[in-house]
C-alpha cells in the first residue's frame, strides 16, 4: 500500500512540474533554460510514477471506464482539432435579415473597381473587435487593400510614427496619399479608401434658399405620410420638416467619394465654379433672375446638373431646361394601371428605357410628379432622352384638386417622368460647352422618406454619377438600414388580397363541403 501511496505522489509531482513548466512558458513567451529543467524532471517522475502504477492504471482502463475515457478523449481530440481548424481557416455566417454584420453590396463593388492599392494601418484596443474583423472582411474580397494592426499602448513607438493619437484611428497610404480615419462603420472606411485610392474628389452642390430638402438633415422621418396637411401626392400642401431632408442621399454620395455642400446663388461670386455638377432638388418658390442666370452660365460653361421639379411649382428654370429641347409640364401624373399602395398620384415603374442609368434597376415610384414633354421643334445640337415613363393607362392632369382626366385638357398616357439632356457644345473657342443635365419632374422619390425603398436611392446615385462622368461606379446602391417592411403596388396589393379574401377560403369551403357530402 505505502508503494503504491507513493508512487501516486510521484506521479502527480510529475504532473504538476509539467503544468508549471507550461504556465511559465505561457506567462514568459521567451524560452529558458530553469523552465525545461522544469519540464524534464516533471516528465521523468512522471514516466517512473505511471510505471509503478502501471498494473493498476490498466485495471482502470478495462470495462466500462476505459471506453468512458476512450470516448471522452476522442471527443477532446475531435473538438480541440475543429477548433484549430476554425483558427485556421475561419468562415462566418450573417444570419441577420438585413445583413447588416456583411459587407454591403456598394462596399464589395467599390472594393472590385479599385484601381491602385490601398495600406491600411488600424490603432485599436481589445474591445474594438468589430472594427478589426470589418476590415479584415475589406481585405478578403480584394488583394489591393493590405492591412496592418497595432495596439497604440503596446506599440507606442508605431503610432508617433505614423500619427495615430490613440486606438480607433486608422491609417489609410495610396501612392503617396496618406489619410486618417476615426470612425468605425462600414460607410466611413469604404469611404475612406475610395478616397485615398482616388486622386480628385468631386463636389455635388445643393441648391438652397427656395425650400429645398436638406441634405444635411437627419436620416430619419418622423411623421406619417399621407397624414392630413402632408401629401406628396395630389392636393399636396408643401411642408418644411427639419428632418424631411435628403441625408440619405447625402450619406450615400460621401460614401462614393463625393464633397456634398449647400450653395446659394445670391452670395455675389461664382459659388459654382468648383462644382462638378449642381443638384436642384424640388424648390419650393422660384428662383430670382440673377441665380438663374448663374445656373445659366454655369450649363453655358461645361457644367452639368440635376433638375428635380415637383408638379405646380414654377421655378424660373423653365426657359434653361427648354434650351436642351426639354418642356417641364405644368401638371401631375395619374397612373390608374400601376402606382404605389393606394396613391394614383404615386406612378411606380419597373419597364425602363434602356441606358446605363437604368441597367438592372428595380421599381422604382415617384410620389407626386410632374410630366416632360419634348419641345415643339427640336432644338440643334441637343439630345434628348426619356429614361422613365407611366404606364398607358396614365395621364397628366392639369387640375390639381381632384383626380378627373378630361380629354381635351389632360394629356393621356404613357408620360415621361424623367429625361437625360445632351448638348454638344465645343471643346473651347466662342459658344455654349458641352455639358449634360437630367430633368424628373419629383424630387421627393430621393428625400429620407423614400430614398432607401425599392430602387429610388439607385436610381438618384446612378445618375449623379453618370452626369459626374463617374460611370464606372454606375450600378452601386446605397446602403441603408432602416426597419424592413414590404412595399406594393397597387397591383400586388390586389393580387395579395384577391388570394387571401378570396381564393383561398373558397378552396377551403370546397373542400370543406366535399368532406362533409363524402360523410354524408
Known amino acids: 500500500m505505502d508503494r503504491r501511496f507513493h508512487a501516486g505522489l510521484i506521479l502527480l509531482a510529475g504532473f504538476a512540474l509539467l503544468a508549471t513548466a507550461l504556465s511559465l512558458q505561457t506567462l514568459l513567451v521567451e524560452t529558458a533554460w530553469w523552465t525545461i529543467a522544469i519540464g524534464a524532471v516533471g516528465v521523468v517522475l512522471a514516466g517512473f510514477g505511471g510505471y509503478a502504477l502501471r498494473a493498476d492504471l490498466l485495471a482502470l482502463c478495462r470495462g466500462r471506464r476505459g471506453e468512458i475515457a476512450l470516448y471522452t478523449a476522442g ?11 476554425s483558427v485556421r481557416y475561419p468562415f462566418r455566417f450573417d444570419l441577420s435579415a438585413s445583413q447588416r454584420y456583411s459587407l454591403s453590396a456598394a462596399t464589395i463593388t467599390m472594393l472590385e473597381k479599385l484601381d491602385r492599392p490601398v495600406h491600411v494601418v488600424f490603432f485599436h484596443d481589445p474591445m474594438m473587435r468589430e472594427t478589426v474583423e470589418l476590415y479584415e472582411l475589406i481585405a478578403k474580397h480584394t488583394p489591393r487593400v493590405t492591412l496592418e494592426f497595432y495596439d497604440p499602448v503596446i506599440n507606442p513607438a508605431q503610432a508617433r510614427m505614423r500619427g495615430a493619437q490613440f486606438a480607433g484611428t486608422a491609417v489609410l497610404e495610396s501612392d503617396g496619399r496618406r489619410l486618417q480615419v476615426h470612425g468605425g462603420s462600414e460607410t466611413d472606411i469604404a469611404n475612406g479608401i475610395l478616397r485615398v485610392s482616388r486622386s480628385v474628389t468631386q463636389r455635388v452642390c445643393f441648391l438652397e434658399g427656395h425650400g429645398e430638402p436638406d441634405p444635411f438633415s437627419l436620416e430619419s422621418h418622423d411623421h406619417l405620410e399621407g397624414a392630413p396637411g402632408h401629401s406628396h401626392g395630389l392636393g399636396a400642401r408643401y411642408v418644411l420638416h427639419e428632418q424631411h431632408g435628403m441625408a440619405k442621399a447625402r450619406h450615400a454620395l460621401e460614401t462614393l467619394n463625393y464633397q456634398v455642400e449647400k450653395v446659394s446663388l445670391l452670395q455675389g461670386r461664382d459659388v459654382l465654379a468648383g462644382c462638378a455638377l449642381l443638384v436642384v432638388p424640388g424648390p419650393k418658390v422660384a428662383l430670382l433672375p440673377i441665380e438663374v442666370a448663374a445656373v445659366g452660365r454655369y450649363l453655358a460653361a461645361g457644367g452639368n446638373a440635376f433638375f428635380m421639379l415637383d408638379p405646380f411649382v414654377r421655378t424660373g428654370l423653365e426657359p434653361l431646361i427648354r434650351d436642351y429641347g426639354v418642356v417641364v409640364d405644368d401638371d401631375i401624373v395619374i397612373d390608374e394601371a400601376s402606382h404605389f399602395w393606394a396613391d394614383m398620384s404615386s406612378p411606380a415603374v419597373t419597364d425602363y428605357n434602356r441606358h446605363q442609368v437604368t441597367r438592372e434597376l428595380p421599381l422604382t415610384f415617384f410620389p407626386g410628379v410632374r410630366s416632360l414633354s419634348p419641345t415643339r421643334e427640336r432644338v440643334a445640337d441637343t439630345a434628348v432622352l426619356p429614361l422613365v415613363n407611366s404606364s398607358k393607362k396614365s395621364w397628366g392632369q392639369a387640375n390639381r384638386d381632384r383626380i378627373e382626366f378630361v380629354p ?99 378552396v377551403l369551403s370546397i373542400v370543406g363541403t366535399a368532406v362533409w357530402w363524402r360523410q354524408r
Open 75 to 85: 471527443a477532446l481530440g475531435v473538438l480541440i482539432v475543429l477548433a484549430h481548424l
Open 408 to 506: 381635351g385638357r389632360d394629356e393621356p398616357g404613357p408620360r415621361t417622368l424623367m429625361v437625360l439632356a445632351l448638348r454638344r457644345g465645343a471643346e473651347d473657342g466662342p459658344g455654349p460647352r458641352r455639358s449634360r443635365i437630367a430633368v424628373v419632374g419629383d424630387s421627393d422619390f430621393a428625400t429620407n422618406s423614400f430614398f432607401h425603398i425599392m430602387g429610388n436611392g439607385t436610381l438618384f446615385v446612378n445618375t449623379i454619377n453618370y452626369l459626374a462622368a463617374q460611370e464606372s461606379l454606375i450600378g452601386i446602391p446605397p446602403s441603408t438600414h432602416d426597419l424592413p417592411r414590404v412595399n406594393l403596388t397597387n397591383r400586388q396589393m390586389k393580387g395579395t388580397f384577391f388570394l387571401a379574401v378570396v381564393v383561398v377560403p373558397a
